[in-house]
């Protein structure tokens, strides 16, 4: 299905739909849209796929039953691997 849209863009985002459409990039600006639009929404969902990735490291974190350590034992053990492992 297609249903017709109105809107409104700025004079510089107009001139580039109309820059493609005469260079023959693309055939319509409907198409530059379309395609706009396709990128868009493949951006979002990979986005969201980033998030849920995250979201799920913090969830394995918090679930984590392992005692947390403190700031000082942070620093004791990456002191410990980069004199093991920095020179």
Not at 2 to 23: F, H, N, Q, W, Y
């Amino acid at each position: 299905m297609v249903e017709k849209l109105s809107i409104t863009l700025p004079t510089e985002m107009v001139d580039a739909i109309k820059s493609r459409v005469e260079a023959g990039s693309y055939a319509s600006t409907s198409e530059v849209l379309r395609e706009a639009m396709r990128t868009w929404l493949r951006l979002e969902e990979e986005h969201e796929a980033r998030m849920e990735g995250l979201r799920a490291r913090v969830r394995r974190s918090l679930e984590d039953p392992r005692p947390n350590l403190s700031g000082k034992q942070v620093r004791e053990r990456l002191n410990a691997l980069y004199a093991k492992h920095g020179s």
